[in-house]
């Protein structure tokens, strides 16, 4: 159907008798011209996507398995970490565990209380920030997490005045 619509068309019929009229050398010029331009083609809408699809997909493949190497690598490290604070957890309440571990970091809290049944709220008032920020750390490691936190700075330079709310 699609040749017949294609042969009765005045413009194929005046391209195929200029072709008829051309020289053998010609037409055989033409027709790897064709050969060339249909290769062309054929690499630029399919073999250079699907090359580059394969380039991405291995590089992310990779990737994925430096993740996974990394996680794996790490596990032991991780779960060590979950037992500590499960065990510091539980043996110690969470107020206790705040005041020895900012005893430990040379910090003293202005004021600590209970927050509810699972909470801590602890003040502190002109302390220095990189000591509060490494006793922070500190309690992360422990799996103690902040639920909320207020900083303010102070006119020394180094202090503020902190606010935290501890969960368990």
């Keep these: 159907m699609f040749a017949s619509l294609l042969q009765s068309n005045p413009r194929y019929q005046q391209l195929a008798q200029q072709y008829q009229n051309l020289e053998s050398r010609e037409r055989i010029a033409v027709l790897c011209l064709a050969g ?18 394969y380039a991405d997909s291995k590089l992310n493949h990779e990737r994925q398995l430096e993740i996974i190497q990394y996680l794996r690598s790490t596990e032991d490290k991780a779960r ?7 065990t510091t957890s539980a043996a110690q309440p969470l107020l206790q565990t705040i005041s ?9 809290p202005d004021r600590i209380q209970p927050e509810g049944a699972v909470g801590v709220s602890v003040w502190f ?17 422990q799996g103690i997490i902040i639920g909320q936190i207020a900083i303010d700075r102070e006119e020394a330079p180094g202090l503020v ?8």
């Design 80 to 86: 060590a970490v979950s037992q500590l604070s499960t």
């Design 36 to 53: 060339f331009m249909f290769l062309l083609l054929v690499y630029a809408l399919v073999w250079s996507p699907a090359n580059n699809f």
């Design 125 to 141: 008032d002109d302390v220095a920030f990189d000591g509060l920020v490494a006793w922070l750390e500190v309690l992360n490691q």
């Design 161 to 168: 005045n902190a606010r935290i709310i501890f969960h368990n």
């Design 100 to 108: 020895s571990l900012a005893g430990n970091a040379g910090i003293r």
